[in-house]
């Protein structure tokens, strides 16, 4: 029976991927030091990618261009072109597809595939990773690197840990070489574990990984109530879990298709909304909703865009203005700063009862994972994921900001739709 067969499952990631794109479209910066940036005509421009012999020079992605050309003053700069991007990662999906129907992208230059029921056509694991490794070389000029596991949290730490790291770019973890491998691992390597888990399990003089896989589950949802208070058991299993390998979720096919130009929810809320602060409940609410969205595909919005319409449509009132952020982001703290500007400057103060909120202008967040503008950034983005896998795990209505619970909240009644009716 398939149900009681191990699966396995890859994580297939693109190195560097928008410089590997454009080193592929230009043959002759093949060995030259080449990075993707923002806009090459300023200097302070941030760097989205750099390839392996610009790293090699010390530029790392997303410093300021000024500083990247002191240290390699012949770096060349090209401009992203987000639409090429999205057209080689197609590409690719589909190489990925003739091998496996099971293939889902984590993010523009990451996927997972589930080859489970194909791999007795191909021998082994690595033998299946080398192939198709070496034909997506051949046919797109890029350099993929594959994590294998018997699960997605296994692969994307293979791939992230060792594959990344060792000459071939295939690495494979299993349940037998976890006590050698994963567990020795420091905990800040887990997936998801942010800085800010990290020093909390520091503080509870977990270390390792392997340190936290061995704390009894019930130990340490009581070690994390101290510090987190009652509802932090679900994020204790969650981290325990992922610790111990445990990982049941399926490769979902088809996530995305093509990029979208916008992600955006619009809401009718029940009654009239007339003061800011209820307005800016709702605002937060369907910002983060956005933002998870954009987050699960591995998108950042550059343009933030607000809606807001009275209840009489005969008479229409409200406005509908956007914003173009100083950078793309994911972050719904962020987008929801800028939310609430355009909010503050275009609400005529009469009562609104439709709301809507969408990003645009949409980049990867897989090159761009942290700004030197803001230091906060990779702390909230580590959180945010975090906070987006146990809602997908156990509904949005597990983690509400406190806000929510304010009588204006919607996000806990919408939680409990689908498509507007109740489940
Ligand atoms: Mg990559």
Avoid at 1 to 20: H, K, N, P, W
Avoid at 293 to 312: L, Q
């Amino acid at each position: 029976m398939a149900g009681t067969r191990e699966r396995v499952i890859m994580l297939a990631d693109c190195q560097s991927f928008y410089a590997s794109v454009e080193k592929a479209e230009h043959p002759e910066y093949k060995d030259r030091p080449l990075a993707v940036a923002g806009d090459p005509e300023r200097r302070s421009g941030i760097i989205l990618a750099a390839c392996p012999i610009a790293k090699r020079r010390g530029v790392t992605t997303a410093e300021r261009l000024g500083d990247a050309l002191a240290k390699c003053p012949e770096l060349i700069i090209v401009q992203p072109r987000m639409a090429l991007y999205i057209d080689i990662s197609l590409m690719i999906t589909r190489i990925y597809q003739s091998y496996t129907d099971l293939v889902e992208p984590y993010s523009i230059d990451e996927q997972f595939l589930d080859v489970t029921g194909s791999l007795h056509l191909y021998g082994s694991a690595e033998e299946l990773a080398a192939l198709i490794q070496a034909r997506i070389q051949a046919e797109t000029g890029i350099y993929t690197r594959f994590g294998i596991g018997p699960n997605k949290i296994l692969a994307k730490t293979a791939c992230d840990n060792y594959a990344k790291k060792n000459g071939t770019g295939i690495y494979v973890l299993t349940p037998d070489n976890l006590s050698s491998t994963l567990w020795t691992l420091p905990v800040s390597k887990m997936f998801m574990a942010g800085s800010r888990m990290t020093r909390h399990f520091n503080a509870m003089g977990i270390e390792t990984i392997g340190q936290l896989a061995a704390t009894p589950l019930e130990k340490l949802k009581t070690l994390m109530r101290r510090k987190f208070g009652r509802n932090s058991d679900i994020n204790a299993e969650l981290y325990w879990r992922i610790a111990n390998g445990i990982d049941d979720s399926p490769v979902t096919p088809g996530t995305h298709e093509t990029a979208p130009q916008t992600i955006g929810h619009m809401m009718t809320l029940p009654r009239d909304y007339a003061t800011l602060s209820e307005i800016k409940t709702v605002l937060l609410e369907l910002t983060e909703l956005v933002c998870q969205r954009c987050r699960s595909k591995g998108y950042m919005g550059h343009v933030v865009s607000v809606a807001c319409m009275g209840a009489d449509f005969d008479r229409p009132t409200g406005f509908s203005r956007q914003m173009k952020m100083d950078d793309p982001t994911n972050v719904t703290n962020q987008a929801y700063r800028a939310a609430v500007q355009l909010l503050q400057r275009h609400w005529d103060g009469l009562p609104v009862r439709k709301i809507g909120v969408s990003l645009s202008q949409f980049s990867s967040d897989g090159e761009y994972q942290l700004s030197l503008f803001d230091r906060n950034r990779e702390k909230w983005m580590a959180l945010e994921r975090a906070t987006d896998a146990i809602k997908l795990k156990y509904g949005d209505a597990s983690i509400l900001r406190a806000v929510s619970a304010t009588e204006a909240g919607q996000a806990r009644d919408r939680s409990k739709k689908i498509g507007g009716h109740y489940k």
